[in-house]
């Protein structure tokens, strides 16, 4: 039985619109499970996977940060990217990680912010590839 509907919205698109039975959320400090019947919630998320069931088959999708709201019966996730694994260039995020070691190196003595940019686009790119080859 499939007792969750779960969306990703992105800028572009609808990543996703999903009946499903269960949902794992990158959470900032860590993975959420979301079942049916989850209190309301709203959580703030890394960039990872986020994983859901339905039937008993395990799916993954590469969220890009934002935020979920779990509420009747549905989780809601904005997200500045969403991507099932075949959705996923590697070549561009390999181009991305490498970029952003460049970016590190050079940053690292100097503007703070501009590292912490970097780092998250590092984690971007690392998430990406390790959706994309763990899952296909
Ligand atoms: P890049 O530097 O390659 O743009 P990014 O991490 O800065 O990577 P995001 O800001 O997370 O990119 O996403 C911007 C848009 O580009 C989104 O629509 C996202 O789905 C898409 N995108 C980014 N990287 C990839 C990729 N490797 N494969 C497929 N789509 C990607």
Do not use: C, W
């Amino acid at each position: 039985m499939s007792g969750l509907t779960l969306r990703v919205i992105t800028p572009d698109r609808i990543a996703l619109d999903e009946q499903t039975d269960a949902v794992h959320l990158p959470g900032l400090d860590g993975s959420i499970g979301i079942l049916p019947r989850h209190a309301h919630m709203v959580a703030a998320l890394d960039a990872g996977e986020l994983m859901y069931r339905t039937g008993g088959r395990e799916q993954t999708l590469f969220v890009a940060g934002g935020f979920a709201e779990v509420r009747e019966g549905t989780v809601r996730v904005v997200s500045q990217a969403g991507e099932l694994p075949a959705d996923i260039d590697e070549e561009r995020a390999r181009a991305a990680e490498k970029r952003a070691r460049e970016r590190m190196a050079l940053t690292s003595k100097g503007d703070p912010i501009d590292l912490i940019r970097a780092q998250a686009a590092l984690r971007r790119a690392l998430m990406r590839l390790s959706v994309k080859t763990r899952n296909s």
